[in-house]
């Protein structure tokens, strides 16, 4: 059982918006920033989102990440067909001294 | 361009010892923590252990303390994961990556290929 909660499971069609929620406590998102994995079929994971709503060089701008206390988001706008993968999200947990990491979502375009 | 390169897929008996590697390329090794991920099969990430590769400095997940050892040798920059008794339960891929930041900023921005790790009688 994952500390983090995301749902297992995500679908929409191209062009759609979809969105990946995130549930934490305040000993992890609360007192976090929040990161977001994308795990194509196959391959390692890649940074997706960092400090909640950044993107690193490279992610296209369809994607984009929220925090709201203790609970988090991920949102894919124009979605392609590009974009099924496995998504993760992470935070800091202080009383690990570690990360800690969601169950992943498997989104899925129809 | 940052790269971090492991070894290759291994076959292992319950019992047997094993150690990975994580090489380092393209950036200064020894001043960013290497962090070590698990991923069992069909399932999440899960965080194991970090290493600073300048001193040796570890921190590792209460779920992995005792049970895996993580090393580094700067001078080859190359990060290592060992187990001194396979079990089948270890069958999983391992990644390693990058970490920065610290704290709440900590995240992983370059991860390896992969190794995995298949533990059978």
């Known amino acids: 059982q994952s500390v983090l909660t995301q749902p297992p499971s995500a679908s929409g069609t191209p062009g759609q918006r979809v969105t990946i929620s995130c549930s934490g406590s305040?000993?992890?998102?609360?007192?976090?920033?929040v990161y977001w994995y994308q795990q194509l079929p196959g391959t390692a994971p890649k940074l997706l989102i960092y400090?909640?709503?950044q993107r690193p060089p490279g992610v296209p701008d369809r994607f984009s990440g929220s925090k709201s206390g203790t609970s988090a988001s991920l949102a894919i706008s124009g979605l392609r067909a590009e974009d099924e993968a496995d998504y993760y999200c992470a935070a800091w947990a202080d009383s690990l001294s570690g990360v800690v990491f969601g169950g992943g979502t498997k989104l899925t375009v129809l | 361009e940052v790269q971090l390169v492991q070894s290759g897929a291994e076959v292992k008996k319950p019992g047997e010892s094993l150690k990975i590697s994580c090489k380092g390329s393209?950036?200064?090794?020894?001043?960013?923590?290497i962090g070590w991920v698990r991923q069992m099969p069909g399932k999440g990430l899960e965080w194991m252990a970090i290493?600073?590769?300048?001193?040796?400095?570890?921190t590792y997940s209460p779920s992995f303390q005792g049970q895996v050892t993580i090393s580094a040798d700067k001078s080859i920059s190359t990060a290592y994961l060992q187990w001194a008794s396979l079990k089948a339960s270890d069958t999983a891929m391992y990644y390693c990556?990058?970490?920065?930041?610290?704290?709440?900023?900590?995240?992983?921005?370059?991860w390896g290929q992969g190794t995995l790790v298949t533990v059978s009688s």
């Open positions: 990556a990058r970490h920065v930041g610290s704290g709440t900023t900590t995240h992983f921005d370059h």
């Open positions: 400090r909640n709503n």
């Open positions: 305040s000993s992890n998102i609360g007192n976090s920033y």
């Open positions: 393209g950036y200064s090794f020894a001043n960013y923590r």
């Open positions: 290493i600073y590769p300048d001193d040796s400095d570890t």
